[in-house]
Each structure stands twice: as C-alpha cells, then as structure tokens.
C-alpha cells in the first residue's frame, strides 16, 4: 500500500508541474507524447536505479499513471504537430463535442 502511496504522491507533483505549463505548450507537447513518455520513464527510472525494489516499483507506477494521463489528456484535449506549415492542431473529445 505504500508503493500506491507514493507512486501516487509522485504522480501528483509531476502533473501539478505542468499546470504551470500554457495551454498551448500543453497542447505542444501532447503531440509529442511518445518522446515525452519515453523521456519521463528514462528519467525516473535513473533517478530510483539502485535504491531498492521498492522504490524502483514505485517509479515505475508513477511513470504508468503518466502515460495514462498523457493518453487520456490528447484524447480530451487535443494536440497540436509541427508540420512544414505550421503547428497543427487535432481537437479532442471535448472541444468537437462543444465547440
């Protein structure tokens, strides 16, 4: 129940980081979000590589809810691509449904 703990506690202060973040560059990087979850899983795992079993599992729990969250906001939300012309926006869910 611990490693739920925080893993959920990690999670939290990673997604309160992006509320910092403009909706646009939210947008941005949700395009990306393979490079960003490949990114966000390299990291943490370095960071807890070594500690102990827990800890790794913890991470690792952590990065999973990330994903999800990713997932679940470009699907919601919308992304935006870089293309030759420009930045490119795909709406989400919400934005086709009321807007």
Do not use: N
């Not at 990673?14 to 973040?21: A, E, P």
């Amino acid at each position: 129940m611990g490693v739920l703990a925080s893993a959920l506690i990690s999670f939290f202060g990673i997604t309160l980081l992006f509320t910092h973040i403009g909706k646009t560059w939210f947008r941005r990087m949700l395009g990306y979000k393979g490079v960003v979850d490949v990114l966000l899983h390299g990291t943490i795992i370095w960071m807890f590589f070594g500690h102990s079993t827990e800890g790794l599992i913890q991470a690792e729990l952590c990065a999973i809810l990330f994903s999800l969250f990713l997932r679940a906001s470009s699907a919601t939300i919308g992304y935006e691509k870089l293309t030759r012309r420009g930045w490119v926006r795909t709406p989400g869910a919400f934005e086709r449904k009321f807007l």
